[in-house]
């Protein structure tokens, strides 16, 4: 009796990668660890002479610091989103983090000068997607490389914002601007929101099963299916018990996740997504099906500067103003993009969710936020993050030289 071949390391990440949450679980877990670490390692809070605060644990897990983290990600995230359908096909933008400050700063010259919150918001919202569009024309068309292209977009970019904002800063008070991180849902609309998303979680699986049934494909055991239902709904229920239990659940965040999920539906569920996928997957053979290869790329820079507007609305709203260094002059590009990557989307393009990258603004802000409470410096900050990106796209490499072997 022959013994069955062993499976190295290489095929199990390659195996593990190429499954539905192959993705998913390996920065859930990563996150998972971060927080028991600090939630342990961290002193407990002081509160003598507080006894109003005498419930709270931890620092990091206590749910004053947890809705802080979730609304210091919130930026991060959306640019992560946007991104990551640029990585699908294998380019990047090195702008974005540029084009949400130039938003930014539009958006509170606009508001300054009497122009309604919600018509300056639209108006930044188109200039995004030009901006974005305009260096996709240079990339599909003129044939420059994306990270050229957006590189010369960074820099030009960072000169425009300056030119908007020659002080630097400037106030944005805007009642509707502002309402985006300051309203918040009351908590019984934050538990019917929770129920409502499970129930929606669950129907689509079902019916994503039943097609797949009709169709003669592979489905997955009924109890799987229940069990990724169960454990979508402890994590929404935990987070609007957590939330509900400082404040509330902020009107931000249920935009970033309703934005979130209408580009993962229109990247997974459509002709259009499909063919981002095709083409980073494989983009001749792309072009010899009949797919408009051009004007895919273009229209996927196109979404990362809509998605860079609305992260520069979203960071006006959280902060009250706009500054040249909360956008251009930070590390925000560089958090955005890690986020991106962390969630498991490839670099190589054909691969990655932009809800993993959702996850992977949490590991990010978690990791800083952590680090902050813990009184490390802004060099360490920067080097485990830099550890934990190159570790990213270290078990993507792995697993893709793994799949070009076979």
């Avoid at 993705?23 to 809070?45: D, E, M, R």
């Avoid at 044939?143 to 630097?168: E, H």
């Amino acid at each position: 009796m022959q013994s069955e071949p062993k499976i190295s390391f290489v095929d199990r990440l390659r195996i593990l990668r190429e499954t539905r949450f192959g993705a998913f679980v390996p920065v859930l877990l990563a996150l998972a660890a971060i927080w028991t670490y600090f939630g342990i390692a961290l002193p407990f809070w002081d509160y003598i002479g507080d006894p109003a605060a005498e419930n709270i644990r931890f620092i990091f897990l206590s749910p004053r610091n947890i809705y802080n983290l979730f609304m210091q990600s919130a930026v991060i995230a959306t640019l992560a989103v946007g991104i990551t359908v640029v990585l699908l096909l294998g380019d990047i933008d090195l702008s974005a983090a540029a084009t949400a400050g130039v938003c930014a700063a539009l958006l509170g010259v606009l508001v300054l000068s009497g122009v309604p919150g919600w018509t300056a918001c639209l108006v930044v919202m188109g200039v995004g997607m030009i901006m974005g569009a305009t260096q996709g024309v240079l990339v599909a068309y003129v044939g420059i490389p994306s990270f050229v292209v957006t590189l010369a977009g960074l820099l030009g970019f960072q000169g425009l914002m300056q030119k908007i904002l020659p002080t630097g800063n400037l106030n944005v008070s805007d009642p509707f601007v502002r309402g985006f991180a300051r309203v918040l849902l009351p908590d019984a609309a934050g538990w019917a929101l929770a129920a409502t998303c499970v129930l929606v979680f669950a129907f689509l699986n079902i019916r994503k099963q039943n097609y797949r049934h009709k169709k003669g494909l592979e489905v997955e055991k009924s109890i799987a299916i229940w069990a990724q239902v169960a454990f979508f709904g402890v994590l929404m229920f935990a987070t609007v018990a957590t939330l509900n239990s400082y404040r509330s659940v902020p009107l931000l965040i249920v935009l970033l996740m309703t934005i979130t999920a209408l580009v993962g539906w229109v990247t997974t569920s459509t002709p259009y997504g499909r063919s981002i996928f095709a083409v980073g997957g494989n983009q001749e053979s792309a072009r010899r099906v009949g797919m408009n290869v051009k004007r895919i790329r273009v229209s996927a820079f196109a979404i990362v500067g809509l998605m860079a507007a609305i992260g520069g609305i979203f960071g006006a709203s959280r902060f009250g103003s706009v500054s040249y260094t909360a956008f251009a002059g930070g590390s925000l590009l560089l958090e955005s993009i890690g986020a991106a990557v962390i969630g498991g989307t490839s670099l190589f393009g054909g691969r990655g969710s932009v809800w993993n990258a959702i996850l992977g603004a949490l590991v990010i802000g978690s990791l800083g936020n952590g680090l902050d409470l813990s009184g490390a410096s802004a060099a360490d900050k920067l080097m485990f993050s830099g550890a934990i990106l190159l570790l990213a796209v270290a078990i993507d490499a792995i697993s893709r030289s793994g799949s070009s072997s076979q």
